[in-house]
């Protein structure tokens, strides 16, 4: 059973930066395709960005386009997501999940993930 481990959220203000990890405790995040996604308050869960199992392979959803940038280090067992240029509406909780293995294609439909982390909160206020 993969288990992740989200870090890194905090406060930060308008254009300020934040990057946040997702690890897996106990276990491997090598050969899982992991996809961040986020829910604000109110709304439902969206899905920002997806990694492919060796980094070959990124996407992100426009309204994050050119500010995030999703990567990975498998030799320390933990994908990052780089948030640049951040704004009020950026303000959510941040999960990683990761598709069952084997299942590279990347994604950001939540429906298609097997393995959740508890998420991070994330509040970009001045």
């Known amino acids: 059973q993969l288990q992740l481990v989200e870090s890194g959220g905090g406060s930060v203000q308008p254009g300020g930066s934040l990057r946040l990890s997702c690890a897996a405790s106990r276990s491997t995040v090598l050969g899982y395709t992991i996809g961040w996604f986020r829910q604000a308050p109110g709304k439902e869960r969206e899905g920002i960005s997806c990694i492919s199992p060796l980094g070959a392979t990124t996407n992100y959803v426009d309204s994050v386009k050119g500010r995030f940038t999703a990567s990975r280090d498998n030799a320390k067992n933990t994908v990052y997501l780089q948030m640049n240029s951040l704004k009020p509406e950026d303000t959510a909780v941040y999960f990683c999940?990761?598709?069952?293995?084997?299942?590279?294609?990347?994604?950001?439909?939540?429906?298609?993930?097997?393995?959740w982390g508890n998420g991070t909160l994330v509040t970009v206020s001045s």
């Open positions: 999940a990761a598709r069952a293995r084997g299942n590279h294609r990347c994604t950001l439909n939540p429906d298609a993930m097997g393995y």
